[in-house]
Nanobody, 115 residues
Framework: QVQLVESGGGLVQPGGSLRLSCSAS????????MDWHRQGPGKERELVAR???????IYADSMTGRVTISRDNAKNTVHLQMNRLKPEDTAVYYC?????????WGQGTQVTVSS
């Protein structure tokens, strides 16, 4: 069983930045990949960013150039740096990880972009 806990969400003005963190109970070094997803009001959950164990990354087109996913294997933590935030980025952001064929999810952290 893997537990994932997100932190770092909050209220930010348009154009601002936030750094989300996901702390894992197990070594993320053993994961196939770690993701950040989001689910906005009335929307389906969507992938924001993924980082593989190799360090390779992919990003959603809507956020390319504005977000960076990174991992700190020593601290079992994955970060999502988000810049130039827009109101449409308002959502609950979820961390997930693929471990030994299973996907685990955190509880999510709310990000609200509003003036």
């Amino acid at each position: 069983q893997v537990q994932l806990v997100e932190s770092g969400g909050g209220l930010v003005q348009p154009g601002g930045s936030l750094r989300l963190s996901c702390s894992a109970s197990n070594s993320i070094f053993s994961s196939n990949y770690m993701d950040w997803h989001r689910q906005g009001p009335g929307k389906e959950r969507e992938l924001v960013a993924r980082i593989w164990s190799s360090g390779d990354t992919i990003y959603a087109d809507s956020m390319t150039g504005r977000v960076t996913i990174s991992r700190d294997n020593a601290k079992n933590t994955v970060h999502l740096q988000m810049n130039r935030l827009k109101p449409e980025d308002t959502a609950v952001y979820y961390c997930s990880g693929r471990f030994s064929g299973r996907t685990y999810w955190g509880q999510g952290t709310q990000v609200t972009v509003s003036s």
